[in-house]
C-alpha cells in the first residue's frame, strides 16, 4: 500500500466500523454541540428559583451539557485532565449505545420537573440522541438491489405453489 492510499484507508475504516458517513458525524457532533448549549442555559434559568424539583432538575440539565461536550467536543474542556480519555472511551460506544445515553440523559430532568423550560432544553440533546439512534438503523440500500429482490420475489411464489406462467388453469 503506497503512502497515498494509507489516510484513505483509515478514514474509510474510521466510517465503516459504525456505519456513518463523514458528514452525518459531523451533523450528530453539531447537534451535540448545540444541545449541550441548549442544556446549559436552560439549566441555568431553571436554578433561578426556590422549587427544589427544578433546581434538581437544572443542575442536570448542566451536568448533561458538561457530559455532551466532553462526548462530542473535548477540545473545548482542555481545563479537565480526563477529557481526552473520556472522549476516547465516547467515540467507541456505538450509536445506539450513545443514542440510549443521550435520550436517557435529556429526559431525566423532565421526569424531575416537567417545564417549558427542561421541555426544551433538553429537546435538542434528546434531537442528538436520535440521531444516533438512526445511525444505528444502518445505511439505505439501493434501488438497484431493491428492484431486483422485488424481481425475485413473484418468481420464488410460483416455485412454491408449482405453477408458471405458461401453465393456465
Given at each position: 500500500m503506497s503512502s497515498a492510499e494509507q489516510p484513505s484507508a483509515v478514514n474509510k475504516a474510521n466510517t465503516d466500523d459504525d456505519g456513518m458517513s463523514w458528514w452525518y458525524r459531523w451533523l450528530c457532533k453539531i447537534a451535540g454541540v448545540i444541545g449541550g448549549i441548549s442544556c446549559a442555559v436552560a439549566g441555568v434559568w431553571n436554578c433561578v428559583t426556590v422549587n427544589p424539583l427544578n433546581i434538581a432538575a437544572?443542575?442536570?440539565?448542566?451536568?448533561?451539557?458538561?457530559v455532551l461536550f466532553l462526548c462530542e467536543v473535548p477540545f473545548c474542556c482542555q481545563f479537565i485532565e480526563f477529557a481526552n480519555a473520556v472522549a476516547a472511551r465516547a467515540d467507541r460506544l456505538k450509536p445506539w449505545q450513545k443514542a440510549f445515553f443521550y435520550c436517557g440523559m435529556a429526559l431525566f430532568p423532565v421526569f424531575l420537573s416537567l417545564s417549558i423550560t427542561t421541555l426544551f432544553g433538553n429537546a435538542i440533546a434528546f434531537a442528538t440522541g436520535v440521531l444516533y439512534g438512526l445511525a444505528s438503523l444502518g445505511k439505505k440500500g439501493d434501488a438497484v438491489s431493491y428492484a431486483r429482490l422485488q424481481h425475485q420475489k413473484p418468481g420464488d411464489e410460483e416455485k412454491?405453489?408449482?405453477t408458471t406462467d405458461g401453465e393456465a388453469q
Open positions: 437544572g443542575v442536570w440539565m448542566v451536568l448533561n451539557a458538561c412454491l405453489t408449482g
